[in-house]
């Protein structure tokens, strides 16, 4: 079996689950290096996953590990885009987490970079296309089960248990339309066919002032038009109390499909003094820990296939222009057009 | 409009809303009179109803309201045999609640008498088939969407709050067999198409141990073959923490019809810290409350149109046969065979 | 029993179902004159429910019935207002269907006038807030079980075979902001304990062109801002294919209710090669039936106790003022503020 | 990290999988020999998993495969006596998917050999224990969440598509209670924590006769007494048209907790004219895929650990007494009294 070398950098709380996966779950891969400016997480994937090679510099691993042939990148999102174009320069194939980048410029860098390297594998990572239930409406959708969608209602809502540790994550990550609706957004462009065109997002902090303080939310509402007239509405919260509510429903002309609802954490029904009851997941990654292994082990067949995935980085400028749209939206008060963002 | 004369004997709980649905909910019915040995209950249907007939004997009530056009019984379980025969025999239709009697004899009483009053509508309450869903599912098998029934699984559960106020009530209710069971009993009957022949009860007074020294249980499991070789599972409980649970499956050779489950009671669902949830249904009244309405107008539609319905005093009597051999194999803990209870 | 004499206008398919509520449902009430300009409506009421008094003309029942203590006006929207306004200014009590008005001078003439007769019930019909589950909902709140509520989403959409019946009745109806979403207006007030202040409006005619042509939509979303910084989403839909289905989430701080979802018609469970199922409700009638009876009980009993209703002529206005606004967004593709509609 | 050596016999479509886990998904395992009597299934381990030794004939594994630590066994259930037998005495740590034996004299010749070989870890693959919501069931009952258990009720259910196929495996497995009850007898000696002692099951050929010309049936229900007092109630079906549905439903004093109910293949819910649906799992593999893995990997982890696994080979015993007793009862038309078969 062919297999794919790779390097990861980022091994915070998701890139080691990206350790974990490559080093157990994707057959045809082998993690051979790895990269943090922190030498306890470098010692954790020595011990856990037997990396053999360490780095606490991401140029050197670029530089000296030349069997690598590509790079996974799970550090924070303000490096993405240095970080993809560098690897790319340096000859590798690059997948990334989501989002590409907080701002336009950096998207456009990207895909500038991109362009020059047709023939590397380029991998940005919206994991809830490689779910099973969301990959599943899109071929019912295909397939014409349902006839065309018009209007898109999708939701990123974590357990309120998150919401104190995240709240000096709001600047690196963005905030909260970029750190949870950037799936969303992705999401109304891929089952509407079209892009988000004009936004308008409400928000506030309603639970924890401690986000309303760092300029951000712990609550949302955004409504949205695409080019072709269709619309989409978005949500995301930090504060359930029942669990992740990760739920997207596309109405459509001939039926309706709805993914996610309830999140339930497994099959189990209680019925007792409290009702007739279902336990709700903890986290994102209960819901979507099944889907991030889907997610890699389809970059590592596209590389070793030498085939471009579906979604390009243009589509990840895309979402990142929306929710840029979306914070603009939110802290002005009004209405804000795409185009205004980029003309 | 035509309305029809109605005279009630029994005004306890579900008296009194037979009452009701008389004198307000089943517009070609008229409650002229009302008969019971508890003057309190006779008070309350004078003020509550404006009954204008009130009787402390229904030998009376049968002799002396001769614009009396029909009886409705809801009496205890051991009086419904003699009465249906009284009022058959001075000249009134007749409806009676559920079950027919809790022996045999009593049963076969009735039915000599039914015979010989062809020209007399006589109906037996089992509320189950007036329900909608319940009903639904009887014209989804007739019309093949399921193909042939082969099992019926099917269980009558109260919440464990009624529990302690029946347990004096076993005697005159017959136990949970005849009480809880013949409705199941019943169904089995209706939507397999045959009767049952051979049953094995298993039981116990799991929480309440004053139901094992009433010679009761508080759970019963039972299994029944049928003459057409199908089978039929029987669950009944006292016990239920969470509400009211009657549900009933069918399994067919080309599908499934699941009746009654979740039990919920409304259509809110509250999600906290409980997880996701629902709450369930009170009483076995809350469930069917409207069935009883639709049941007692179809009987009134049944009189006024001359019409036997297609439930008949045999198919009363075989149910009261099916829950007595069910108390007989609980009792002497073996199978027991409907034909050695006859014979 | 002490009971209220009423009469009834507008005897569409709401106004007979009035009727029969009337006639046999509210105890209370004697349903003693009808009117209506089509003389086969009237002979229907008369025939099926016995109404002994009949007009043609409103402003004869008003005159000449003396002995009527309160009018229900079932009448097309546009002429609630001034059958109020006639019917508060003869002396009699008014319940009137939803909505109050499609403008907000009358809405605010019958404020006016309202104001002026402090001793008639005056009772304008929001079905929704009868219903039980929306009931319970609103107690659960009260009680503290979810925390503060901050934002709503709420959808009312009808089944897709109704819609071509409905195109016609755009222009009297005033179009599906006054006629679908006045109700989720109305929810948002009530669960969110303020008003909405501005609104964004989107929508097509994404199935049925001919609600485009009609200057109306087939399917809108809308965003809506209150005065005490919650949120509501709001959605209508002419389109479902597969039953009503009218649904309500209340997000707050400790919790979430959802009202109305999955919108089922039954309790029956198939299961077959479609898959494990539930079968939709035909139409809002089915879903609210029971609500619309006890909304008229209501009414009754507050009219017998001399006790204003909890929903004012102010709070109908409100409602009406912001469908208004939603309108006015939609067909100017822009965010409208609700006090720039009465400066 | 410590790695456990491992030989596998049985290469069937269960076996391909357990090679699977055993290659890649655990990762303190090494698959080092594969053994099969048919070529082709050899070749497809080599080229799928790279396994390095390769054998026909099971003796010549245990014989010569001198660093192997544990065999795996996934061949015909009438093999898996002599197997593990075979594997015990050659000094090989075992694992055996279940059924234990077909017969009771196998089960006693493996539990006499286990108790020659204490220093061996012997584990029975009763896959249900490791799926986490069987798991958190049991969680649950042992926190007192919902009182003390009375009353199991446990399904095993395959799509109809699959039972032409096993017409001719009815013999090697064993019929249908040995190969789908199993399951549900361990768990009812799990859950309840007693052991079914008196047993009657009914069943038929309700759909495709030739399982009841082979002796067999094609759907089963079967009701058990337990030594504590408490209840089985067991069904089996192999034609159910909307995908695999196992299921279990616990009954305790103060709750019920129910397991794999609606059996849905993903989080997707369709709206269209068929109704409100979910689509169903092809089969048990779908629904238990995840479990599987997890089994494999904790009788790796209890080897490496030199720690003995809960349940026993007598447990598995029991189970197969229990399977034998209900085919008895079928065939022979009564009930069967455990105690009966082994004296």
Chains 1, 2, 3, 4 share one sequence.
Not at 161 to 188: K, M, S
Not at 215 to 229: H, K, P, R, V, Y
Not at 303 to 319: C, I, S
Request: hydrophobic letters at 40%.
């Amino acid at each position: 079996m062919k297999k794919l070398n790779i390097g990861i950098v980022g091994l915070g709380r998701l890139g080691k689950e990206y350790a974990k996966n490559l080093t157990y779950l994707v057959p045809n891969a082998n993690l051979i290096a790895a990269c943090s400016i922190r030498k306890e997480e470098l010692d954790y994937v020595k011990e856990t996953y037997n990396v053999p090679n360490l780095y606490t510099s991401y140029d050197q691993m670029l530089d000296q590990q030349k069997d690598m042939d590509a790079v996974v990148i799970v550090t924070s999102t303000d490096q993405h885009a240095d970080a993809i174009i560098k690897a790319l320069e340096a000859g590798y194939h690059v997948f990334c987490e989501k989002p590409l980048a907080l701002n336009i410029e950096d998207c456009l860098r990207v895909e500038k970079i991109t362009a020059r390297h047709p023939d590397r594998i380029t991998m940005l990572g919206f994991v809830r296309r490689f779910d099973s239930s969301y990959a599943e409406a899109k071929i019912k959708i295909n397939e014409g089960l349902v006839g065309t969608p018009y209007l898109l209602r999708s939701q990123t809502i974590d357990k309120d248990t998150f919401a104190p540790f995240q709240i000096e994550f709001c600047t690196t990550g963005g905030g909260i339309f970029h750190d949870y609706n950037v799936h969303d957004i992705d999401l109304a462009h891929w089952y509407l066919g079209s892009r988000i065109e004009k936004v308008w997002a409400l928000g506030g902090a309603y639970r924890f002032p401690e986000f309303g303080l760092a300029g951000d939310a712990d609550n949302t509402a955004a409504m949205c038009e695409l080019q072709n007239g269709t619309m989409a509405v978005l949500l995301a919260s930090r504060i359930s109390s029942f669990g992740h509510n990760t739920c997207t429903e596309i109405f459509a002309t001939e039926g309706n499909l709805k993914i996610g609802d309830p999140p339930v954490k497994n099959m189990l029904q209680i019925s007792d003094k409290h009702g007739i009851r279902r336990e709700g997941m903890e986290t994102f990654f209960d819901r979507f820990q099944h889907a991030f292994l889907i997610q890699i082990q389809s970059f590592v067949d596209h590389v070793l296939e030498n085939k471009q995935p579906e979604l390009t980085m243009h589509n990840a400028t895309n979402a990142t222009l929306v929710a840029t749209a979306l914070t603009k939206s939110f802290k002005e008060k009004k209405p804000v057009t795409i185009a205004d963002l980029i003309s």
